[in-house]
């Protein structure tokens, strides 16, 4: 399959156009296309697909192998059941602000509304996430990207040096406090035990380039440091990688699909669209891999 490919910014994000991935995908066209993702520093926005969820499922299926629905039990993830996933796909979650005829939230209302990347409380965290725009508001409900590889790339070589081999705390309970979530997270201490620690410098197996993995709206904590140094030192890190030469933002049009590389992005879905219009997405996600240590 053919298909044109142009960038949509210097930081991060090129546009797809001229494919159609209801087609199977040969193995050439699929490293392609996985090449462009990585060319692009982690974001893919393909426009005009007309896609049921079977078609999703095989597009994010050439990232990796997808995550169900899980939770934390002793210890250890199993599936639990979510009630925000396709009954037939329990692969896709729904995202919206839609209500079922019985009055139940389609999806997460709101979800997304702080700079994270996705599944960073988990030990593993997430490699990718694939988002399917079914409805969209007239206006707003933008999706912002940034960089992690750019912010990382914009510091003195000293500075880089000294974040190498710090790690941080990530915890679902900074932006969630003790609330339950709905869906996903659809058990009482579901969030306080949804908490990993991850180098604040990783190294993207793919391309060897290395990005800031810390976010305004998990992370917590730099360990080892007392909390005022590593409330200024995340302060910082949280201010230097949303700066607009590391953005990209997104305005929707129906039947786009993007998928974004939660190991080198931030994102924050911004939410300004109630009252105006609906939004309703399907979204799946990538499971990651265990870091390999930074070179
Ligand atoms: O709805 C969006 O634009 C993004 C939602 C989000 O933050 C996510 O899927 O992780």
């Not at 999706?143 to 880089?160: G, K, V």
């Not at 380039?209 to 976010?215: A, E, N």
């Amino acid at each position: 399959m053919h298909f044109n490919i142009r960038r949509l910014n210097p930081a991060i994000g090129a546009e797809i156009t001229n494919c159609d991935l209801r087609e199977p995908l040969s193995a050439d066209t699929a490293s392609a296309i996985y090449q462009a993702w990585l060319d692009s520093n982690g974001l893919l926005v393909v426009r005009d697909q007309h896609l049921e969820p079977q078609h999703q499922v095989a597009f994010a299926s050439i990232f990796g192998e997808l995550s169900g629905p899980e939770r934390k039990v002793g210890g250890a993830w199993s599936e639990m059941r979510n009630t925000h996933a396709l009954p037939e796909f329990p692969q896709i979650t729904r995202m919206s602000n839609k209500k079922d005829e019985q009055g139940r939230p389609l999806g997460r209302v709101d979800a997304g509304t702080f700079w994270h990347t996705d599944l960073a409380t988990r030990q593993i965290p997430g490699k990718a996430s694939c988002l399917y725009a079914i409805e969209i508001p007239p206006y707003g409900g933008d999706t912002m990207f940034a960089s992690m590889i750019a912010a990382y790339d914009a510091l003195s070589p000293l500075f880089q040096e000294r974040l190498e081999g710090l790690e941080a705390v990530h915890t679902l309970a900074k932006v969630y406090g003790n609330q339950m979530t709905g869906g996903m997270m659809g058990e009482e201490n579901e969030v306080k035990h949804n908490s990993a620690i991850h180098p604040v410098i990783r190294q993207h197996p793919d391309t060897g380039r290395k990005s800031i993995f810390v976010d305004r709206g998990f992370t917590t904590q730099i360990e080892g440091l007392n909390k005022a140094e590593s409330d200024a030192l995340l302060e910082f890190l949280f201010e230097h990688s949303t700066q607009p030469q590391f953005i990209y933002r997104h305005q929707w049009r129906t039947n786009d699909l993007l998928i974004w590389d939660n190991r080198c992005t931030i994102h924050y879905a911004v939410s300004d669209y109630k009252g105006i219009g609906w939004r309703y997405m399907h979204r799946c996600t990538i499971r990651g891999n265990a870091d390999i240590p930074t070179t």
